[in-house]
């Protein structure tokens, strides 16, 4: 079965920083490259960053370009998005996703590009 499990949503000032984690399970982590999205109240999903099976190329929406950093550790099956001067625009439900790549430095930014999905953290921004 798999399973992307997203941890570390809170509320956060503006300014303030913060880390999201995400495990996955039941896939094979170092065939994928994965993603964060977020979905605003009220609004469509929206993608944030994305970084290839090797971990060496990332790609980022021009609205966190600079501020967020998404990392992975494939020895515990984990990828992190590390959020620094944040922003009450940031609210959101951040996602993780997953897709296969078959080569280590694809990296994929399309929702439609990514098949499977966690359940989301809560992140709130206030100013």
């Known amino acids: 079965q798999v399973q992307l499990v997203e941890t570390g949503g809170r509320s956060v000032q503006a300014g303030g920083s913060l880390r999201l984690s995400c495990t996955v399970s039941g896939r094979t982590f170092t065939s994928d490259t994965m993603a964060w999205f977020r979905q605003a109240p009220g609004k469509g999903r929206e993608f944030v960053a994305t970084?290839?099976?090797?971990?060496?190329?990332?790609y980022y929406a021009d609205s966190v370009k600079g501020r967020f950093g998404i990392f992975r550790d494939n020895a515990k099956n984990t990828m992190y998005l590390l959020m620094n001067n944040m922003k009450p625009e940031d609210t959101a439900v951040y996602y993780c996703?997953?897709?296969?790549?078959?080569?280590?430095?694809?990296?994929?930014?399309?929702?439609?590009?990514?098949?499977?999905w966690g359940q989301g953290t809560q992140v709130t921004g206030s100013s």
């Open positions: 970084i290839s099976r090797d971990g060496r190329t990332t």
């Open positions: 996703t997953a897709r296969y790549a078959a080569y280590g430095y694809d990296i994929f930014y399309r929702e439609s590009d990514f098949g499977s």
